[in-house]
């Protein structure tokens, strides 16, 4: 597909337009397949993260491939994916709106979620919201081990959380959620370590042990008790994950197919992609996409539907018309701004995958 | 709605959950009668961008207020618009996607278009869309006065334009399309003096002679010979305009309903509002929003569901639990991640506007 690729092009302009997303399936397979292996290899269970396609059809393909469930980070996400008849589900963060509209309450009905906390109000809203439902809810602690995201700094706090889930009788602890950076491993063992034996003199015990993201891909083993792995932009990869030395250009499944619609002078161009199609996350890259056709070309900037092109350092310069491949700094944003993936296999347009959580922010 | 607002805030949550994108009905009402003041004062018809708010519930009441039509930025958007019944319709963009899909000439087949080029591919896939619905199509040549974005840069390329376009039997040359810089109008003005002589001597006058931007409104009158304004953000206004001078937090009609989901320690928080709502557009600004309870706080990262707080110069500082109400630094990139706007009058839910030309991105 990185080759000349111009009936395909044709067929994607003529048939959708652009810009259009589009999916390599059997790049996307690859993906998925070398997830798998790297969990499997390190023996813990693979949940994949959907925030980065957000679509049931190609989470049930990461289950069919051997994952044990699926992270969601909304509980519209959620329902979206339980709609499917995808049942084994964590939602990987507090859930505070979704619990104080009914939404958690409802959804807990139909099918036993697990949820995650870092605080004990959320810990009061998922009480509720269980009663509600009428079914025990699982949560697990978020611990937070030097990131400075979202989950409890020291395991007193952890184990005060464990306490009141213990106390409560409509919750369940269910385990530890981390998210260690590429070098706080270490530390992540030492906070288990230390949670564990408090969690014991309590009578309790994680059964679920969950680490995150790509880039830890080459770390698992390191947090000895981890049960599973979520990660989410493997599945498609981008410019950050290319950064980042987890994946190259080649194992970048989705590319945003996009118009040359302007070409003022020798060294401008632009496209029908902008901050609305591929958004302004930059990753902390130079540029916001890298253009398979012409590497050398840079997006220096973005109008809300038009990337600006540096075409200083480019010998063969695109024209107007042109269709190019971009892919994008950060993937997940960028799907969450289409409303379809279109998928090719061997060159060709083979069907539309709804990205059907998209927008659902609650 | 800047006061204390508990009540709503609670309808908010228990109706919809956080996020929850808000617009107060009579800030909204107030900046559409501004703008059209503005425009009247200064002798120009106002055609305001519907890329802000992609709604044709609000781009009536625009009409209503005295708007002469409106402009677009994709051919979806105006698709959208038209189903409404909304048929003054520029599309301010060279359309190569939607043209070479079919989608411009279905659309100029009901209603007539005016749209934008400023190169000749564009002009042949117009004049092909032109014939396939056989309706001639008007077309406004987009010139660049030195913000390097869309535009020819020289009334020479125009008039070679304006020549292809005389000599086209399904084009009809419509007008001049300008965006100038704040201080760029006398450079506009010069461009449109030299290209107005180059028309007359083919018998050619711009009939459309379009200006832009929300920070322009105090320019209006600068270029005698203009026509027409296109205005997106004044409808909503946020931290982007008020930086510029042009509004003040008050003038601004939408605010993120957000819930402090974390608070790991004393100067950290975290709302449920991330990449995936507020998006990583900065316009320049430090920090990504102004959050109404807490001016002092700086949302100073996302990840995609969460907002980073720094809470380090609050003394007083939100629990979790709390929502807060957040004005974006852009308004425009917010809209598009929701698919519905909650619309408030005199403090109480009125009714749900929904988001309809989102994600028309051909």
């Not at 978020?142 to 009141?164: H, K, S, Y």
């Not at 949670?195 to 994680?206: C, D, M, Q, T």
């Amino acid at each position: 597909m990185d080759n000349d690729c111009s009936a395909l092009k044709q067929d994607i302009i003529e048939n959708f337009g652009t810009p259009c997303a589009v999916i390599d399936l059997e790049k996307v397979e690859r993906n998925i397949a070398t997830a798998q292996q790297r969990c499997d290899a390190a023996g813990v269970a693979n949940r994949p993260h959907i925030k980065t396609h957000k679509s049931p059809i190609l989470a049930q393909l990461q289950i069919d491939a051997g994952a044990r469930g699926i992270t969601c980070q909304k509980l519209g996400e959620a329902e979206v994916m339980a709609n499917a008849g995808i049942s084994d589900i964590i939602i990987a963060t507090n859930l505070l709106g979704a619990a104080r509209s009914g939404k958690l309450a409802s959804l807990q009905k139909r099918l036993p979620l697990k949820v995650c906390a870092d605080n004990k109000v959320s810990l009061a809203e998922y009480s509720k919201a269980a009663s509600a439902a009428e079914r025990v809810l699982d949560v697990l602690i978020e611990c937070d081990t030097g990131q400075l995201r979202a989950g409890v700094e020291t395991p007193e706090e952890a184990f005060m959380l464990a306490q009141i889930i213990k106390g409560d009788p409509m919750l369940r602890f269910a385990g530890l959620l981390f998210y260690p950076s590429l070098d706080g491993w270490p530390r992540t063992q030492q906070f288990y370590d230390d949670i564990s034996v408090k969690l014991a003199s309590i009578g309790l015990e994680a059964s679920i042990v969950s680490t995150g993201g790509t880039p830890n891909f080459t770390n698992l083993g390191k947090l000895q008790q981890a049960t599973e792995h979520r990660a989410g932009t493997c599945i498609f990869n981008d410019r950050m994950m290319v950064a980042a030395g987890v994946a190259t250009l080649e194992d970048c499944a989705y590319q945003v197919y996009s118009s040359v619609v302007s070409r003022a002078n020798e060294n401008r161009g632009i496209l029908d992609a902008g901050s609305k199609t591929l958004t302004s996350d930059s990753g902390g890259l130079n540029g916001f996409g890298h253009i398979v056709e012409h590497p050398a070309a840079t997006i220096h900037k973005f109008a809300e539907e038009h990337g600006f092109l540096d075409l200083s350092n480019c010998n063969n310069k695109p024209a107007v018309g042109d269709i190019v491949r971009v892919i994008p700094n950060h993937v997940c944003v960028s799907v969450n701004m289409f409303d379809q993936l279109v998928a090719v296999r061997d060159g060709k347009i083979s069907h539309v995958i709804p990205v059907a959580a998209r927008g659902c922010l609650v």
